[in-house]
């Protein structure tokens, strides 16, 4: 396999300037039911526009390009190490161009790395796998969205919720509300129940991988993916907080095995400018097909 | 949809109510985290604020041979500059604060004592806003703070927002949370 820089770099170009269908059609859905004159209405109008405009201009679709994410499946031969370094080049070369911005600052010292490279940054999440397929994920997640996820240790007193599907419930809620319009609503959830504090939030952001016109296979996650749906949409936080109808454009669920003592639910919030893109890659590193 | 010019006209911001739809015409100047605390801390600003509208905002500005090029400029969540606005607020003469996710209730007063507003952005909409910035008059704390977090001093044509907290210390993020708290209540027996 022969790890091809320009190939990341067109992944990142797409992944910051359009948005995946799934999520364009869920919007210009939302769009429609708004009331027209309405601040809500005019919040969507304006997405709707700067959708179409990012996609022409292949420029980002919001200025925060967030935190990267990869998600790698690569065969159990292929060389690690080079995937890695071609996919940095290509993001400091993004960077370079403006399809990212300078996004990575030492907490210490507030220096700006201005290659978007440094510690922690970019997030590699790799898989192996026995077969030969190469498939390449891409997550650009912005910060004021991050900064409303949450996690809840169950039980909670204040929430009344208890280990069961009706306290992570309850959780969920209360996290959509704490939220109000501050993660650029409407927005997606990634939720997990179950797992520890860090497999938890790991697995809510991995959920964001999933597309929101597929449904769940797992039934009871489904039925509260749809009651979460109902509820929070009956909250009238609506589009930037402003009221309205559309406060959640989509909620995927997922579940991880707990211990005994710990009864966690992870909840990570994705503003509508939801940036996921991937792509299968042939043997030359080249793009074979889009994922989304 | 109402146009404002800035300067701003301190009669013309007190006409204006939370839900109204504005477009700015005039001068946009760029603050978020650092430079808010540099203000805050009475430290004094390049450029005069008085009857100015600040923009939280960290664009993604592009240097052509010595051109700048907006490439995204959409705001950044106002709730981080909620410590240090109030006192920017009193010591400039500031009549505007635009950016996205509403601002609290320090915010609230200082904008009701001193004839201010807020202006919420669209979230997000880096490409639609980028395309109202006419020109970039100029740029401070540039190698101090970072790109994101320079000070930007941006001409802007028709750079629309809606008004969120209005000079009577109404605010629509304070009636949106009371009124989804209780839908909460509701739904959570």
Redesign the interface.
Known sequence: MQWNTETFLELIRTTSSQLPEDIEKTITRAQREEEKGSAARFALDSIVENIKLAKENGRPLCQDTGSIHIYATLPKDADENAFREAFCLAIGSATEKGYLRQNSVDPITGKNSGNNLGPGSPAFHVIRHAGNQTEIRLLLKGGGCENVSAQYALPDKHLDAFRDIEGARRCILDAVVKAQGKGCAPGILGVCIGGDRTTGYEFSKEQLLRKLDEPNEDAVLRKLEEDIMRDANELGIGPMGFGGKTTLLGCLIGKLNRIPASYYVSVTYMCWAYRRQGVRLDNDGKIAEWLY | MVILETPLSGEVVKTLNV?D?VAINGTLITARD?LSKHLYEGNASPIPLKSQALYH????V?DNNGEWEV????P??S?RQEPFAWKIIEQTGLKALMG???MGEKTAKACKEHGCIYL?A???????L??KITKVKSVHFLEEF???EAMWEFEVKNF?A?V?IDTRGNS??HD??S???K??TA??P
Do not use: F, N
Request: proline share 7%; glycine share 18%.
């Open positions: 839900g739809i650092l905002c960290g664009p993604i592009l490439v995204a400029a959409g950044t969540t709730a996205k996710g509403g919420h669209i979230g997000g909409a880096a490409q639609l980028a395309e970072g790109s994101p629309p809606v969120t629509l993020h949106i949370l009124k989804s708290e839908a909460l739904l959570l």
